[in-house]
């Protein structure tokens, strides 16, 4: 039992080294180029490392395949933990500070919250896994008390529903990129952070619902049509921010270099979450057209009735 304890403690302690290994935040002392971390930055910090230490102790506790491997692959857990160290890297210093004074950094943080954070921590099925970070029975009692919070059902009912996960990504992206909202999150700090929660939370449900539905919801080839609008409708907004000849955000200034970094970014949402989209659609397709071939096999192999 002993043992087993100080194997928990050392897993615990690899988390957090680990997730402060990927971290800039602590990479620097608090020297005039890096400022330092603020009170808020310190407990995002310790979010994540609480994450990543539930994962690790879930892990040990993942019951195995009879042929011996865990229940959640391997790779899951790499995806789990690349997904909270590129949280890490752009949300704290000196990333974020970077992302206060530059529209083209700003625009490099929502990509991670929007377009490489939340599919792979939706791959990695990361909730599962840090369920197991708890007794069975102070699991069952954790779900019957978030169960019973208000609207916790409904809630979780239509976060598993096509059309409102993607009604919710459309509707999250145009309305903090508008002029207006996204100025009014530069000037409170508490409504900027409620911005990012609501770009994480959103894209984890519409990724969750893209790639783990298993057919059950969502076809694969419905998953690829879904991509390929998402993937558009990204496109435009990308294009109107780049292509605009005045500037947009004021906030960060009005002369040719503004209007230049704006166009940067702009052209970073273009490519970089075109080529995520595009990636995931030629993915689901891909899984389509081999279901549909293994069925055509399958037919052809089945005796004829009669």
């Given at each position: 039992m002993r043992a087993r304890h100080v194997a928990l403690v050392r897993t615990h302690l690899l988390a957090w080294l680990l997730f402060?290994?990927?971290?800039?935040?602590?990479?620097?002392?608090?020297?005039h180029e890096h400022p330092s971390a603020s009170a808020g930055d310190v407990l995002l910090a310790?979010?994540?490392?609480?994450?990543?230490?539930?994962?690790?102790?879930?892990w040990r506790r993942l019951p195995r395949r009879r042929g011996g491997g865990k229940a959640v692959p391997t790779w899951r857990a790499?995806?789990?933990v690349a997904g909270i160290a590129s949280l890490a890297f752009v949300l704290l210093p000196p990333f974020?500070?970077?992302a206060d004074a530059r529209f083209s950094a700003h625009m490099a943080q929502h990509l991670v919250l929007l377009v490489a954070a939340p599919p792979m921590l939706a791959a990695s099925?990361?909730?599962?896994?840090?369920?197991?970070?708890l007794p069975l029975r102070a699991r069952r009692r954790a779900g019957r008390f978030i169960a019973a919070l208000p609207g916790v059902k409904a809630l979780a009912r239509h976060g598993?529903?096509?059309?409102?996960v993607c009604l919710s990504s459309i509707a999250v992206l145009w309305f903090w990129h508008l002029p207006s909202s996204y100025e009014w999150a530069r000037r409170d700090p508490l409504v900027h952070d409620a911005e990012h929660l609501l770009f994480l939370l959103a894209e984890l449900s519409f990724w969750r619902v893209i790639l783990t539905s298993g057919g059950r919801r969502l076809s694969r080839a419905g998953a690829a049509v879904i991509l390929a609008l998402m993937g558009f409708q990204g496109g435009l907004l990308a294009a109107l921010i780049t292509l605009a000849s005045t500037p947009l955000y004021r906030s960060y200034g009005t002369d040719a270099v503004s209007i230049s970094d704006q166009s940067l970014g702009g052209v970073m949402m273009w490519v970089v979450a075109g080529t995520v989209y595009?990636?995931?659609?030629?993915l689901m397709?891909?899984?389509?057209?081999?279901?549909?071939?293994?069925?055509?096999?399958?037919?052809?192999?089945?005796?004829?009735?009669?």
């Amino acid at each position: 039992m002993r043992a087993r304890h100080v194997a928990l403690v050392r897993t615990h302690l690899l988390a957090w080294l680990l997730f402060a290994a990927s971290s800039p935040a602590w990479a620097h002392g608090n020297g005039h180029e890096h400022p330092s971390a603020s009170a808020g930055d310190v407990l995002l910090a310790g979010l994540l490392a609480l994450a990543l230490s539930a994962f690790a102790a879930g892990w040990r506790r993942l019951p195995r395949r009879r042929g011996g491997g865990k229940a959640v692959p391997t790779w899951r857990a790499v995806l789990f933990v690349a997904g909270i160290a590129s949280l890490a890297f752009v949300l704290l210093p000196p990333f974020d500070h970077l992302a206060d004074a530059r529209f083209s950094a700003h625009m490099a943080q929502h990509l991670v919250l929007l377009v490489a954070a939340p599919p792979m921590l939706a791959a990695s099925q990361g909730y599962v896994v840090m369920l197991h970070a708890l007794p069975l029975r102070a699991r069952r009692r954790a779900g019957r008390f978030i169960a019973a919070l208000p609207g916790v059902k409904a809630l979780a009912r239509h976060g598993s529903e096509v059309w409102f996960v993607c009604l919710s990504s459309i509707a999250v992206l145009w309305f903090w990129h508008l002029p207006s909202s996204y100025e009014w999150a530069r000037r409170d700090p508490l409504v900027h952070d409620a911005e990012h929660l609501l770009f994480l939370l959103a894209e984890l449900s519409f990724w969750r619902v893209i790639l783990t539905s298993g057919g059950r919801r969502l076809s694969r080839a419905g998953a690829a049509v879904i991509l390929a609008l998402m993937g558009f409708q990204g496109g435009l907004l990308a294009a109107l921010i780049t292509l605009a000849s005045t500037p947009l955000y004021r906030s960060y200034g009005t002369d040719a270099v503004s209007i230049s970094d704006q166009s940067l970014g702009g052209v970073m949402m273009w490519v970089v979450a075109g080529t995520v989209y595009l990636g995931a659609f030629a993915l689901m397709l891909g899984l389509a057209l081999a279901r549909e071939r293994r069925r055509g096999r399958e037919a052809l192999l089945m005796p004829e009735a009669g």
